[in-house]
């Protein structure tokens, strides 16, 4: 049974870049969160999707945007970057969203 | 103030020891409450549920007070596969998962 996967596992990338994340799920979950993760700090909730819709958001600015695909899987996408948003990308599937979250390995994010 | 707040730590006790981490939260309508382990450079892994009753799992015993919204966890016979970051993780009951900075815990032989 596949846990959650997250693609690529390193990133650098530079300051205007566009960055895209992927998520799969894991088996049997249909709604994917994530995170940012920033050094030495917890995560913090960027964005919730369910039945390819935005369900809920945090406070990030509109830089961050995100889709569901229909078999559950899921990309973040930051435009714009700033040197800021380097941090651990983790992104967690859970069934309906509420019950318990199990977190991929993340996607390491370096902006230059 | 952080929604929720942990001791950033090091907490560094000999194998065997006792430990204790604490953690408060600031919106008493939080619905459910979870310690999740961190290990350097991985993803958090879930560790357990906490319950207000107590609830217990092997070593590990997790706690909460919801009159005084703080959540503790003790670790017995601490072992040197249990260092790491422990966060606390507080739901409000939609999915969205808030957590504290991590207590970091650092068992030496």
């Known amino acids: 049974d596949a846990g959650v996967t997250q693609s690529p596992t390193h990133l650098i990338k530079t300051r205007g870049q566009q960055v895209t994340l992927r998520c799969s799920p894991k088996s049997g979950h249909d709604t994917v969160s994530w995170y940012q993760q920033a050094l030495g700090q917890g995560p913090q909730f960027i964005f919730q999707?369910?039945?390819?819709?935005?369900?809920q958001r945090g406070n990030f600015p509109d830089r961050f945007s995100g889709h569901q695909f229909p078999n559950y899987s899921s990309e973040l996408n930051v435009n714009a970057l700033l040197l800021g948003d380097s941090a651990l990308y983790l992104c967690?599937?859970?069934?309906?969203?509420?019950?318990?979250?199990?977190f991929g390995p993340g996607t390491r994010l370096l902006v230059l | 103030r952080k929604e929720v707040e942990q001791d950033p730590g090091p907490f560094n006790v000999p194998e065997g020891a006792t430990v204790a981490f604490n953690c408060t939260y600031s919106?008493?309508?939080?619905?459910?409450f979870f310690w999740y382990r961190q290990d350097c450079r991985k993803e958090p892994k879930l560790l357990m549920s906490?319950?207000?009753s107590g609830n217990e799992d092997g070593r590990f015993t997790a706690q909460l007070n919801r009159a005084s919204q703080y959540i503790s966890l003790l670790i017995r016979d601490s072992k040197l596969s249990d260092s790491a970051t422990y966060l606390c993780?507080?739901?409000?009951?939609?999915?969205?998962?808030?957590f504290g900075g991590g207590t970091r815990l650092m068992v030496k032989p």
């Open positions: 967690a599937s859970s069934l309906g969203g509420k019950e318990t979250q199990y």
């Open positions: 919106n008493s309508a939080s619905q459910s």
């Open positions: 993780v507080v739901n409000m009951g939609t999915g969205m998962l808030t």
């Open positions: 906490v319950y207000s």
């Open positions: 999707y369910y039945e390819e819709e935005e369900r």
